[in-house]
């Protein structure tokens, strides 16, 4: 029979092995300022990302990033393909997000100057006009509600009435359009602010932009909340994992080991993203947390599964060694503790590779702690079980001794 | 229960094909609504704008204060138009829209972000014909009262039957304007939101008491509505900025969807394949249940609906490949409580019963990590935990029904009772007879 808790400071062993480069690119992190170890994205860190197409060819990567200097934003630019199209991908700072005259006063005084200017002349009021196009009162007429106007008609208004709801019929929309912007722009390209300066620069330099694929700003709000939501979601996370274990296995051992192998398998995840951040540039970002969420509740099923059947044959062996009843117990369950992750596995794989290009990371984080998770239910969970099992009884004999030499 | 659950089972398999497959009218619709597969920005392109709304000289938003705004800027948008969007508060100071299909872009989140400012404007009668409804308000025109001054404003009718607003002015608004219409009688003033004509309506006389009623060109209810929005809500009780903007177009969504679709297709598949080869007979009613979960779950995301975005799709994906956990728990618990030398029957209903607790806890594990994040997580993320949340109540669902009631049937037919379908070896295989189950409890114990 094959002794996998005899080899268990073997299996230790080989998790540090595995954890410790993670965890040093991890820790590069802090201490290179970002430049190495985990690359964080846009949504962590706040930023904009813009996917365009050019229509008339593709400009390289330097010419973009020339003009992107050019304009004083930081960034990176790529080329993406989909089909046969290939695209321009621009991360930089946060420059997209729409910029709201700030009139913050609820109660506007009524001071005669007042009536246009202030939050007019920027105010990105005017281009809202088209939809307002169909609003009423052409004609309309204010009558006091207790007299007894009757029917107060359009019809009935005197001289300066007519003009007003002539011209207003003279078609107002078309006369409206042309305020904000003189062409038309139907893909959505921005018109006012720095994305906008680098539009035209963008522009100039490469002829016109002729498709959006995507455009995404995040503020600094949303990034740093995403990062206290991924600790605290990975706190709750651990807690609730650990709290359940114990609860049904009437056990704290069980769930505090495996809280344990969770922890590697997370360390383990976060490291080889680390790494490839350091290598590829490869980049985490909101999915990311949810994978590690996932993970969590995930990387604890092959751990339930051994320590459900050790709970089953300690009392059915009760008398044998604990560390022969876990080897037997993960010998017997190890067959579908691997199946059950293979059938998971596959799917992931084929995600991973013909899924859509925004969530490959997150199934890639998926796949890896999957396969870390049943590593370390196997090889940790229960190894440390029978450790903590014998610590414990360890002491238990040396207290003993110690009461009876007394 | 056993006598009827395999009429539930059956009853909930059609119901779901009707749902997933059957132009259905969504129950307790009114106006009736086509139950649909909900597609996610990220799915089907469109934009997402996310806004904060500004503590307003130093207090924050109230509830009350957030839905406020949550209707105002609702009321702008639906002046586009548009299909369907989805105005959402979150948090305690948070509104999050989401357009889907959305080309105008600028405008849209100009209007959402405009913070609304309504006045009264003087309109002398020499300049009446610059001030036209959909148009800027001239600038040099006198301001006689701002949006502050209305009380409230409803859709009413005239006495002649025709559509109206009724407005009620403050007490300060009220003295403003009587004294304003004394003077004009007969002339017009504007009703002026962020700077462009809502109305211009003819003061049609001297004392309003703070009672006044609009009509006149009203051609539909929206239009008084309209108005009636703009008069009460005209301007955001607080400023809001913008604090995450995404857009997909709708050929990118395209794509993510079918590429999806296409590796959800060949995972499944590859689990089928698996199932069939590792576990036989078994397999084959893994895999009847697999479709019959996939029918089912699909079910109630068009039921709830769910809206199903890019993580979504992965996390419905996961789920299945989640859900022949519990199937292959349960065949391998069932191969070796025959390995054993229990009988096919009762080896079947061991492995069901004391596979249950491993399938149980762990799943439940999956579900509390899943409802952290639904509970804590953004927008994405809880779309992804609560597609991970269903699937996973509906694999154990269909695990302990379909799967269990399956193999019941499936063994009592003589044609199945072969060790090769179950995937052992012909002598650990036992079909019921009384020796061989003593002998089977025999070396069961003697095993121990």
């Not at chain 1, 522009?203 to 995040?218: K, L, N, T, Y």
């Not at chain 2, 999806?260 to 394949?273: C, D, N, P, T, Y």
Request: glycine share 8%.
């Amino acid at each position: 029979m094959f002794d996998i808790i005899g080899k268990r400071r073997w299996f230790y062993a080989f998790s540090l092995l595995i954890t410790i480069p993670g965890l040093i690119f991890i820790l590069l992190t802090p201490l290179s300022g970002g430049k190495a170890g985990l690359q964080f994205s846009i949504d962590f860190t706040g930023g904009t990302v813009w996917e365009i197409h050019f229509k008339d060819g593709t400009p390289t990567t330097a010419q973009v990033q020339e003009i992107m200097a050019e304009q004083g934003l930081p960034g990176v630019a790529a080329i993406t393909t989909a089909g046969d199209r290939d695209y321009v991908l621009i991360r930089t700072i946060q420059i997209g997000l729409a910029e709201f005259p700030a009139t913050p006063s609820p109660l506007p005084s009524i001071t005669p100057a007042a009536s246009g200017s202030p939050g007019a002349s920027g105010s990105p009021g005017a281009s809202g006009t088209p939809g307002a196009s169909g609003t009423p009162g052409a004609s309309a007429s204010a009558t006091p509600a207790p007299s007894a106007t009757p029917s107060p008609t359009p019809s009935a208004s005197p001289s300066p009435q007519p003009s007003a709801s002539a011209s207003a019929g003279v078609s107002p929309s078309p006369s409206v359009a042309p305020s904000p912007s003189p062409t038309a722009n139907p893909i959505g390209l921005p018109t006012e602010g720095r994305l906008a300066d680098l539009r035209f620069a963008l522009e100039d330099a490469f002829g016109p932009i002729d498709e959006v694929r995507q455009e995404a700003s995040i503020g600094p709000i949303i990034s740093a909340e995403l990062a206290q939501q991924a600790v605290l979601l990975f706190v709750l996370g651990s807690i609730g994992i650990l709290g359940w274990m114990t609860f049904r296995f009437a056990d704290f051992r069980m769930g505090m080991t495996a809280l344990v192998a969770l922890v590697h398998d997370i360390i383990v995840v976060v490291g080889v993203f680390a790494i490839l951040g350091t290598v590829s540039g490869l980049q985490i970002d909101a999915l990311f947390v949810t994978a590690m969420l996932t993970v969590i509740g995930f990387s604890v099923h092959d751990t339930i599964v051994v320590f459900d059947r050790v709970r089953e044959n300690r009392i059915r062996h009760a008398g044998e060694p604990f560390a022969a009843i876990v080897n037997h117990s993960l010998l017997q369950t190890v067959g579908r503790s691997l199946n059950t992750s293979l059938t998971t596995i596959m799917v992931l794989t084929a995600l991973l590779l013909f899924g859509a290009d925004s969530i490959r990371s997150f199934v890639l984080a998926m796949v890896i702690g999957i396969i870390s998770g049943t590593y370390s239910s196997i090889f940790n969970a229960s190894a440390l079980l029978v450790t903590w099992h014998e610590w414990s009884e360890e002491r238990r004999q040396r207290e003993f001794a110690a009461v009876r030499t007394r | 229960m056993r006598r009827f659950l395999p009429l539930v089972i059956i009853a909930v398999g059609l119901a779901a094909i009707a749902i997933d497959f059957a132009p259905l009218d969504r129950p307790f619709s009114d106006p009736a609504v086509k139950i649909d597969t909900r597609l996610g920005l990220d799915l089907q392109g469109g934009l997402r704008g996310e806004y904060r709304a500004l503590p307003a000289n130093g207090v924050g938003v109230s509830t009350d204060g957030l839905a406020n705004i949550r209707t105002i800027i609702e009321n702008r948008i639906n002046q586009f138009g548009v299909a369907e969007p989805i105005v959402q508060t979150q948090g305690s100071d948070r509104i999050v829209v989401e357009i889907p299909g959305v080309t105008n872009e600028q405008e849209v989140r100009a209007l959402i972000g405009s913070t609304g400012r309504l006045d009264f404007v003087e309109v002398p009668p020499a300049r009446a014909s610059s001030v036209v409804p959909g148009q800027p308000i001239p600038a040099d025109l006198a301001v006689i009262f701002s949006g502050d001054k209305v009380k409230s404003a409803a859709p009413g009718f005239t006495d002649a039957g025709l559509r109206a607003v009724n407005l009620t002015l403050t007490d300060e608004g009220a003295r403003l304007f009587d004294q304003y219409a004394a003077a004009h009688y007969g002339e017009q003033f504007a009703i002026v939101l962020d700077n462009i004509v809502e109305s211009a309506p003819v003061i049609r006389a001297t004392r309003f008491g703070g009672q006044a009623q609009i009509s006149g060109s009203f051609t539909s209810q929206a239009e008084v509505n309209q108005l009636v929005t703009v008069l009460n809500y005209g301007a955001l009780p607080n400023a809001i900025e913008e604090v995450s903007f995404s857009k997909i177009s709708p050929t990118l969504g395209l794509n993510f969807l079918q590429q999806s679709l296409l590796a959800g297709a060949i995972g499944i598949a590859l689990v089928f394949v698996f199932m069939l080869l590792h576990y036989r007979l078994p397999g084959v009613v893994a895999c009847i249940a697999l479709i019959y979960y996939a029918l089912v779950v699909y079910a109630i995301f068009r039921l709830v609906p769910v809206t199903l975005t890019l993580a979504g799709v992965a996390a419905f994906v996961l789920s299945v490949g989640m859900a022949v956990d519990a199937n292959i728990l349960i065949f391998e618990r069932t191969k070796e409580e025959l390995r054993s030398g229990k009988t096919l029957v009762s080896a079947i209903e061991a492995g069901f019963n004391r596979a249950w607790n491993s399938i149980f806890d762990s799943n439940m594990s999956s579900i509390i990590t899943a409802s952290i994040l639904f509970y804590f997580g953004s927008a994405t993320i809880r779309g992804f935990a609560l597609v991970l949340i269903i699937g996973v109540l509906m694999s154990m669902f269909t695990a302990v029904t379909l799967s269990r009631q399956m193999l019941r049937l499936v063994v009592h037919q003589p044609w199945a009772r072969k060790a090769a379908y179950y995937g052992v070896a012909e002598d650990e295989f036992t079909v019921a007879t009384p020796i061989a189950r003593a002998r089977g409890a025999r070396e069961a114990s003697a095993r121990v």
